[in-house]
């Protein structure tokens, strides 16, 4: 099926699946109602058969995915989160949610402590849905992708939250203002797009892409938006492991795309310093915004008491 063939709100469809789940996931997610919705009607719509998820933390939208495929038995679910623990709360693993909501699951497989790029051989290739979100700083989304795309089937659909996270407006769940690394992913990548009619919002904080035989003509773009300032250090372990992915799934030349932005990136200083912290960057950015709005409304009053203006 192809994502731009889609002529309804993909957000309303297959609403009775979700609801079975709804209430028990409803404090624990990282994601709007809305959002949560759009995630399910996709499932629900592609029905896929080898599921990624990157970034798990209590397991909410591991729980929404686990329920849409319950009643197909060969649907797989690989969870993939770099941390042990759940960062709210480090006394609870992470995907304790989903764990308590689908106990024993053999449907799911979660994999904690690592990154998609130490596991990506392992869960193998024929992936036909992703969800990618993890820490939203650059280069963290692009990063995982480039690691995992030589794996996705040829019309893998893949779901990017927190697109525009960094805009206090459009975000109910965080202002911190260098959490640009999906968006960066989402209008890099070459492939069909579908974004949701949230309030009639052209830029929702959720969206999906549909791989297309463009999207690997074009990958050099994903690869070129590495060597764009960063705003979070990455591990050194999650870069050897993309590296060797890179040198041994990519062409050469995107390998050394890959080298120089590393390279460079990694010795250039932090687009927004993330000790600052996101609370401190997004009240210092908002600051500054009020002092050039209040600075240009002064200046107007003075232009026109002299110039009758
Ligand atoms: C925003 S939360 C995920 C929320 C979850 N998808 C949901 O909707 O309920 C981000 C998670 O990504 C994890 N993470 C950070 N870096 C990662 C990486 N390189 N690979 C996988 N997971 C990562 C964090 O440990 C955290 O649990």
Request: proline share 4%; charged share 20%; with cysteine.
């Amino acid at each position: 099926m192809i994502l731009k063939d889609i002529k309804f709100p993909i957000e309303s469809f297959a609403q009775d699946v979700l609801e079975k789940i709804s209430q028990e996931i409803q404090t624990t997610s990282e994601m709007t109602v809305l959002e949560r919705k759009f995630l399910n009607g996709l499932l629900n719509y592609f029905r896929p058969r080898k599921i990624l998820e990157v970034g798990v933390s209590a397991g909410g939208s591991s729980a929404i995915i686990l329920n849409t495929i319950k009643n197909n038995e060969k649907a797989k679910l690989f969870s993939v989160d770099y941390s042990m623990s759940y960062y709210k709360d480090s006394s609870f693993d992470v995907g304790w949610k989903a764990k308590e909501l689908f106990p024993d699951n053999q449907q799911w497989i979660l994999k904690t402590g690592v990154d998609a790029a130490e596991v990506i051989e392992e869960i193998g290739s024929g992936i036909d849905f992703v969800l990618l979100d993890t820490v939203h700083r650059h280069p963290a989304e692009t990063l995982s992708f480039i690691s995992i795309f030589p794996y996705l089937s040829p019309h893998c659909v893949v779901v990017l939250h927190d697109i525009n996270l960094f805009d206090p407006d459009l975000s109910e769940v965080n202002t911190a203002y260098a959490t640009y690394a999906t968006k960066i992913l989402f209008d890099t990548i070459t492939a069909d797009k579908i974004i949701p009619a949230f309030d009639n919002n052209i830029y929702p904080n959720i969206g999906a892409f549909q791989i297309n035989e463009d999207t690997l003509k074009y990958i050099s773009d994903v690869l070129r938006s590495l060597y764009f300032p960063w705003g979070f250090q990455m591990d050194k372990r999650i870069l050897n492991a993309t590296e060797i992915i890179v040198k041994t799934k990519y062409s050469v030349e995107d390998f050394e795309l890959f080298q120089k932005a590393i390279t460079r990136m990694s010795e250039l200083p932090l687009l927004y310093n993330s000790s600052i912290g996101s609370t401190g960057s997004t009240f210092f950015c908002r600051a500054a915004q009020k002092f050039i709005t209040v600075g240009k409304f002064i200046y107007k009053r003075i232009i026109s008491c002299h110039f009758g203006r």
